[in-house]
């Protein structure tokens, strides 16, 4: 009796223990294993709005490589690993699924010869490098193994959805989460290493059917080096700043902060990244790029002058390989492609407005759309959108004239831009850059987390690299320009003085860190959605209102965009035009009304998250800088935006 009774309490222990593992095991999978993503509705066609590139240069600008190796393992393993999700029956699909990656918010690349490209913004390069310089090899056929890495396009290209269309914009916002991305791209190569069935499914993709075991061997110990060496090393890091950092989400990277902890931290080996790898607190919304190679400064605060130093800058923050640690190896040699960096700019910036083509401060451009010859900001399709309504719009101009022009200049189309004071006299080299506002922080009251902790970081940089400051942004200016300079020194024969200059823009390594932000023209700017340097604000009815009636919280990562309030939808269901506030504000609780599953909640109340200042109200509280405008006044300046 008494034995039955102790049999039976062991296997009721038995039971239960096993049950806690599997609820234990469960929850560590839903809460740290587990990517929880968006599903969108199908979509019927997609257009590429009109912005004076040709398809040509567009698919270009889509996959240029330029250098980097931002996912950290070779495209052979890329495309066969499978999705970081657990299944009982059946196949996970692939990681490099176009549909499984869009739910990210990457694109699908164009077809070719009825294959599947890589997402918009995935580049395939070279043979891919390790971090001591060799190359990666195939264990089996000992082939060099190749790079994937992000291009610019990866971040800088937007995407709309309305009523089963897609709107696709060169150089707009990207709604992609990297956070996601880099959490299912990691659990993805650990599935590989410990869920049964899957190395052996991953082998025979990268190495082929007949591949021998020592071979698998030898790819079963790259994979643990790879996982090891980068995937797990970066997580402990980020684990250790993760308290005092703010999430990202869907269409917001803290790309200065992330590209100093890659430069200053990671690339710089164990003493970097124990000194110099600092929270990622200030997410800003990806920038709308068309244009911006002729301000005079570029970055939401202005920091940076030379465009060669701000891109080659952004492709060692993705991941383009440079030695900063081994001087026998020559210190400051990279992977960045320079000369391709080059192009992109080129093809972003078209050709300098000049006497030319009318730019005499006279007349405007003999283009008359703008003298801008490059990309081009998209025009508001009214046949997808819905047709503007002219007399609003015209109310609308002249509220932009009395309000908004003297921060963000005239609008483009007209002489008065082109006459503006700030076209900035001809540079010794010729050339003329549109000299754009740096306003305050004290006047314009947004938040300010980036700009100031721009200001405020500090570096260690080892002695040999040569870097005469330990002011953040000042040093990765040096390095960056000691890393493009190397290239030019490199070449056979090294880069002329006069092609170096034209490559660097004609515009000197130029850091400044104002406690700022700057404002643009504002040509295409419906495009762009959510606002603000940290797309604190969804559309652009809220940014009109008083901060109080702003959204204190929203979801980012629905694509529906609204018309009518001029950015993404605020919820499932919109509630008729009749209703601006309520469509446009929200319910203006504390909690997003109407949750999206798998999207991201940007709550305004965290500091880098801020959605004051730029304010319209009355009074003179810090961040107003114009009186309250009534609904009828925020729809016609809508209205007018959509014709910029
Ligand atoms: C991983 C994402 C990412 C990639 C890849 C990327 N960028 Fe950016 N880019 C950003 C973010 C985020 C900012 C805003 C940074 C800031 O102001 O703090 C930015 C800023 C800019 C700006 C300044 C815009 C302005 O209004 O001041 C330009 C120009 C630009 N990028 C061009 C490029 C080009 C050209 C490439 C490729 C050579 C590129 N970017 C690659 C994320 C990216
Ligand atoms: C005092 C100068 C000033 C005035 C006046 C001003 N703005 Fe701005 N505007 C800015 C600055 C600075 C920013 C960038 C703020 C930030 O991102 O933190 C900005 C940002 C914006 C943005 C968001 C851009 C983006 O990429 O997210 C829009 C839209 C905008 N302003 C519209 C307007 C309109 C419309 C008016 C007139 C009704 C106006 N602004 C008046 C300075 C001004």
Same mark, same amino acid.
């Given at each position: 009796?008494?034995?039955?009774?102790?049999?039976?309490?062991?296997?009721?222990?038995?039971?239960?223990?096993?049950?806690?593992?599997?609820?234990?095991?469960?929850?560590?999978?839903?809460?740290?294993?587990?990517?929880?993503?968006?599903?969108?509705?199908?979509?019927?066609?997609?257009?590429?709005?009109?912005?004076?590139?040709?398809?040509?240069?567009?698919?270009?600008?889509?996959?240029?490589?330029?250098?980097?190796?931002?996912?950290?393992?070779?495209?052979?393993?890329?495309?066969?690993?499978?999705?970081?999700?657990?299944?009982?029956?059946?196949?996970?699909?692939?990681?490099?699924?176009?549909?499984?990656?869009?739910?990210?918010?990457?694109?699908?690349?164009?077809?070719?010869?009825?294959?599947?490209?890589?997402?918009?913004?995935?580049?395939?390069?070279?043979?891919?490098?390790?971090?001591?310089?060799?190359?990666?090899?195939?264990?089996?056929?000992?082939?060099?193994?190749?790079?994937?890495?992000?291009?610019?396009?990866?971040?800088?290209?937007?995407?709309?959805?309305?009523?089963?269309?897609?709107?696709?914009?060169?150089?707009?916002?990207?709604?992609?989460?990297?956070?996601?991305?880099?959490?299912?791209?990691?659990?993805?190569?650990?599935?590989?290493?410990?869920?049964?069935?899957?190395?052996?499914?991953?082998?025979?993709?990268?190495?082929?059917?007949?591949?021998?075991?020592?071979?698998?061997?030898?790819?079963?110990?790259?994979?643990?080096?790879?996982?090891?060496?980068?995937?797990?090393?970066?997580?402990?890091?980020?684990?250790?700043?993760?308290?005092?950092?703010?999430?990202?989400?869907?269409?917001?990277?803290?790309?200065?902060?992330?590209?100093?902890?890659?430069?200053?931290?990671?690339?710089?080996?164990?003493?970097?990244?124990?000194?110099?790898?600092?929270?990622?607190?200030?997410?800003?919304?990806?920038?709308?790029?068309?244009?911006?190679? +002729?301000?005079?400064?570029?970055?939401?605060?202005?920091?940076?002058?030379?465009?060669?130093?701000?891109?080659?800058?952004?492709?060692?923050?993705?991941?383009?390989?440079?030695?900063?640690?081994?001087?026998?190896?020559?210190?400051?040699?990279?992977?960045?492609?320079?000369?391709?960096?080059?192009?992109?700019?080129?093809?972003?910036?078209?050709?300098?407005?000049?006497?030319?083509?009318?730019?005499?401060?006279?007349?405007?451009?003999?283009?008359?759309?703008?003298?801008?010859?490059?990309?081009?900001?998209?025009?508001?399709?009214?046949?997808?959108?819905?047709?503007?309504?002219?007399?609003?719009?015209?109310?609308?101009?002249?509220?932009?004239?009395?309000?908004?022009?003297?921060?963000?200049?005239?609008?483009?189309?007209?002489?008065?831009?082109?006459?503006?004071?700030? +076209?900035?006299?001809?540079?010794?080299?010729?050339?003329?850059?549109?000299?754009?506002?740096?306003?305050?922080?004290?006047?314009?009251?947004?938040?300010?987390?980036?700009?100031?902790?721009?200001?405020?970081?500090?570096?260690?940089?080892?002695?040999?690299?040569?870097?005469?400051?330990?002011?953040?942004?000042?040093?990765?200016?040096?390095?960056?320009?000691?890393?493009?300079?190397?290239?030019?020194?490199?070449?056979?024969?090294?880069?002329?003085?006069?092609?170096?200059?034209?490559?660097?823009?004609?515009?000197?390594?130029?850091?400044?860190?104002?406690?700022?932000?700057?404002?643009?023209?504002?040509?295409?700017?419906?495009?762009?959605?959510?606002?603000?340097?940290?797309?604190?604000?969804?559309?652009?009815?809220?940014?009109?209102?008083?901060?109080?009636?702003?959204?204190?919280?929203?979801?980012?990562?629905?694509?529906?965009?609204?018309?009518?309030?001029?950015?993404?939808?605020?919820?499932?269901?919109?509630?008729?035009?009749?209703?601006?506030?309520?469509?446009?504000?929200?319910?203006?609780?504390?909690?997003?009304?109407?949750?999206?599953?798998?999207?991201?909640?940007?709550?305004?109340?965290?500091?880098?998250?801020?959605?004051?200042?730029?304010?319209?109200?009355?009074?003179?509280?810090?961040?107003?800088?114009?009186?309250?405008?009534?609904?009828?006044?925020?729809?016609?300046?809508?209205?007018?935006?959509?014709?910029?």
């Amino acid at each position: 009796m008494i034995r039955i009774t102790k049999l039976k309490t062991g296997i009721g222990a038995v039971a239960i223990l096993f049950i806690v593992l599997v609820a234990v095991g469960f929850k560590i999978y839903r809460d740290k294993l587990y990517v929880n993503l968006p599903d969108y509705p199908p979509i019927n066609r997609a257009a590429w709005l009109d912005q004076n590139w040709s398809q040509q240069q567009r698919e270009w600008f889509h996959h240029a490589d330029q250098g980097t190796q931002t996912v950290n393992i070779p495209y052979e393993w890329f495309v066969a690993l499978e999705q970081p999700r657990l299944a009982l029956v059946g196949d996970v699909g692939r990681l490099s699924d176009p549909s499984y990656l869009d739910r990210f918010g990457f694109i699908p690349g164009a077809t070719k010869g009825g294959e599947n490209q890589l997402p918009v913004g995935f580049a395939r390069g070279g043979p891919m490098s390790k971090w001591d310089g060799t190359s990666w090899v195939n264990p089996q056929t000992n082939d060099p193994m190749t790079s994937l890495g992000f291009t610019c396009a990866a971040c800088h290209t937007g995407r709309l959805t309305y009523k089963h269309v897609t709107l696709l914009i060169d150089g707009g916002p990207a709604l992609t989460d990297l956070g996601k991305f880099r959490q299912a791209l990691g659990i993805s190569v650990l599935f590989t290493r410990f869920v049964p069935g899957r190395f052996d499914r991953f082998a025979k993709n990268v190495l082929g059917e007949d591949a021998g075991d020592d071979a698998k061997k030898a790819l079963r110990d790259q994979l643990a080096g790879v996982w090891n060496g980068f995937f797990n090393v970066v997580r402990k890091l980020d684990q250790g700043i993760a308290d005092a950092s703010v999430d990202e989400g869907y269409g917001r990277l803290d790309a200065l902060n992330r590209i100093g902890n890659q430069v200053f931290g990671v690339d710089l080996g164990k003493e970097g990244q124990e000194k110099n790898y600092s929270p990622t607190n200030a997410p800003v919304n990806f920038p709308h790029i068309w244009n911006a190679s +002729w301000f005079d400064w570029v970055q939401y605060n202005a920091s940076i002058e030379q465009p060669m130093v701000r891109n080659a800058g952004e492709a060692l923050g993705v991941s383009a390989l440079v030695d900063l640690t081994d001087a026998s190896k020559g210190l400051f040699k990279s992977g960045v492609q320079v000369s391709i960096i080059d192009e992109i700019e080129k093809q972003l910036a078209g050709k300098q407005a000049t006497a030319e083509n009318g730019f005499s401060g006279l007349k405007p451009p003999k283009d008359k759309e703008s003298g801008f010859t490059g990309l081009k900001s998209p025009k508001w399709p009214e046949n997808i959108l819905g047709p503007i309504d002219r007399a609003l719009a015209a109310k609308g101009a002249t509220l932009y004239d009395n309000l908004c022009k003297d921060c963000h200049l005239p609008p483009v189309d007209t002489r008065e831009f082109w006459q503006s004071k700030n +076209w900035l006299p001809a540079n010794e080299f010729g050339q003329r850059f549109l000299h754009v506002e740096v306003i305050l922080i004290t006047k314009i009251g947004t938040d300010p987390v980036h700009a100031e902790g721009m200001a405020k970081r500090k570096v260690w940089v080892p002695t040999d690299l040569n870097i005469s400051t330990n002011d953040f942004g000042f040093a990765l200016g040096q390095l960056v320009e000691k890393t493009t300079n190397h290239w030019y020194d490199s070449q056979t024969p090294p880069v002329s003085e006069d092609k170096r200059n034209e490559m660097n823009g004609y515009r000197p390594n130029g850091i400044q860190a104002p406690l700022g932000y700057k404002a643009r023209p504002l040509n295409g700017v419906w495009a762009t959605p959510p606002y603000l340097h940290n797309g604190s604000v969804p559309n652009l009815y809220a940014l009109l209102s008083p901060v109080s009636e702003r959204p204190k919280s929203f979801y980012l990562g629905r694509r529906e965009f609204d018309p009518f309030c001029v950015g993404y939808q605020l919820r499932t269901k919109v509630p008729g035009p009749d209703k601006p506030d309520l469509r446009c504000l929200g319910d203006q609780s504390s909690s997003a009304d109407d949750a999206f599953e798998g999207g991201f909640e940007l709550k305004t109340a965290i500091l880098g998250n801020r959605n004051t200042g730029h304010e319209f109200n009355d009074g003179s509280s810090a961040g107003v800088i114009g009186r309250k405008l009534s609904v009828d006044e925020r729809l016609s300046l809508i209205e007018f935006l959509k014709t910029q």
